[in-house]
């Protein structure tokens, strides 16, 4: 029977170069008061030190700050301490930049498999298996033959955690398993007994492997709560972690450690499947490039697909199908779990409203895996020539791929969106762009983001034309398609001068199509682009 304890006493259970295995996903899920505990303890006592920290994505807020270390108090970036953790197997910190910073300065050593990988690693370790066989991660970082999942010095010089293996003629990775000692949950309640139900949670992440996994190493297994409920007042359905997989059970003391994500104080019980909304749960966006890059990607849409949205500019997809008229031709799928329904945006992404269904983050990596996805549309920051895609590091910043791999690399259909240029280097400014009613106006541009080879391998083009796979690269400028020889521009914003906006904004040059045509008017307008039926009849 688990033990309700205060947070002092849960967290002085945990010793010295302990691995702590945690669940959270970006803003959801995150056991807010046990990481502020452990960062608590060691602060005052010197110890726990030297830990691991394992996690399949981590939780955080994107808070970031002009001066390293500064300003981060939310999820594992609560653990910053110098000593405190000595490594990382996460599978992205976009979220938890001060561990970011840590690992670029190889203050701490940190591997990052791709999210799907880490989230059958953990299974792995729940069901003792010494790691996990599969072709996620072939030619990107996280292929031995490149970086071995090994992001900073430290890792790289300690040993990679994949090997290549070829089994019947074909190519695979092998991933190890991490340890297990300590696990990190977070659920809605915990019974009398100790049971755990999820009900307030936007997702099923997880918290079951991540428990199952320390108690079958023989490590101790903590859960943070809202609320203690009397025995046998759960829906059996409803209880997610049963009692003997539990040591100890802290009810949160600060409300806002419970919060369902980040992006509201309240509880939006549409968002965890408890009831369904009339009407749009997405906000119109406004006209700008974003919405321009959004609606062109919406044109590529056909009935009946199973979509993955991915976070930032494609995450407003879900906003134009509604707007459009056409949220009917496609059922979203979010790599955290739930099926159908509206991604929702910022730091309420990966929750999704009125979802059809809502199935465990480790099955829904599985189902990516098998082929289940018909189209993705993912970012694209970095694209160089041959047509490789880097998300994952920039500039000696480790950030990792979350679950871009896993997705990009099964998917049918891969749509990279993300805008044509950044920020001047020269004078630091952001481009100036208007839409015009029928087209582009640029008034002041930065640096362009089509490179001649990516700082690292996110997205092999050369793996997906080994595959067959359909590839856009969409942008509010410009889109192109990969073809056998490289990239290949198929259109271009009216407005847009070739040379000048496109072309000399590029590191390589493109194929240039020789059907090379104008981008539709409709994106730059104001007034809805009337798609609906152009999409509903596509066979």
Known sequence: MPKFVSLEEAMSHIRDGAAVISGGFG??????ELYSGLAARYEKEGHPKGLTFVCSITPGDKTDSMEPYQGFNIGPN??????????????????????????????????????????????????RRPGLLTKVGLHT???????????????????????????????????????????????????????LSMEH?????????????????GG??????????PRNSLRTRNIRIHNKLV???????????????????????????EIKLSGNATKVLPLNMRKVIARRAAMELTPGVIVNIGSGIPSGLGSIAAEEGISSALTCSVESGPMGGQVQEGLSFPGVANADCFF???????????????????????IDANGDVNVSYFGGRCIGAGGYIDISQNAKKVFF?????????????????????????????????????????????????????????????????????????????PGVDLEKDVLDKMAFKPIISPQLKLMDARLFNEAVMGIKDEILNKA
């Open 417 to 493: 969106m993300g805008t044509f240029t950044t920020k001047s280097s020269t004078t630091g400014k952001k481009p100036v762009i208007d839409c015009t009613g029928d087209g582009l106006a640029i008034r002041e541009d930065g640096d362009g983001k089509l490179v001649q080879k990516v700082q690292q391998i996110t997205f092999s083009a050369d793996y997906a034309r080994e595959n067959g796979q359909e590839v856009m690269y969409i942008t509010e400028r410009a889109v192109f398609r990969l073809v056998k020889e490289g990239l290949e521009l198929i259109e271009i914003a």
């Open 78 to 127: 609560k653990l910053r301490a110098p000593g405190l953790l000595d490594r990382l197997w996460v599978g992205n910190l976009t979220d938890a930049h001060a561990l970011a910073y840590m690992a670029d300065e190889n203050k701490i050593l940190c591997y990052m498999p791709p999210m799907g990988v880490m989230c059958n690693l953990i299974r792995c370790a729940a069901a």
């Open 247 to 273: 040591d100890y059970i802290v009810v949160a003391k600060d409300p806002m450690n419970s919060r369902q994500c980040y992006a509201t104080t309240k509880y939006r019980p549409e968002l965890s499947g």
């Open 27 to 32: 803003s959801l899920g995150s056991p807010e």
């Open 201 to 217: 949670e936007a997702i099923i992440g997880t918290e079951l492997e991540v428990a199952v996994a320390a108690h079958n190493s």
């Open 141 to 195: 970082f996280a292929d031995p033959r490149h970086e071995g999942c090994a992001f900073n010095q430290r890792s790289r010089e300690e040993g990679k955690v994949v090997e290549l293996m070829e089994i019947d003629g074909e190519e695979y990775l092998f991933y190890k398993t991490p340890p297990a000692d300590v696990a990190f949950i977070r659920a809605t309640y915990a019974d009398e007994d100790g049971n």
């Open 360 to 382: 465990a983050q480790t099955d829904t990596i599985d189902m990516y895996d098998g082929g289940m996805l018909d189209m993705a549309f993912l970012g694209g920051a970095e």
């Open 220 to 229: 101790i297994v903590i859960a943070q709560v809202e609320a203690v409920v």
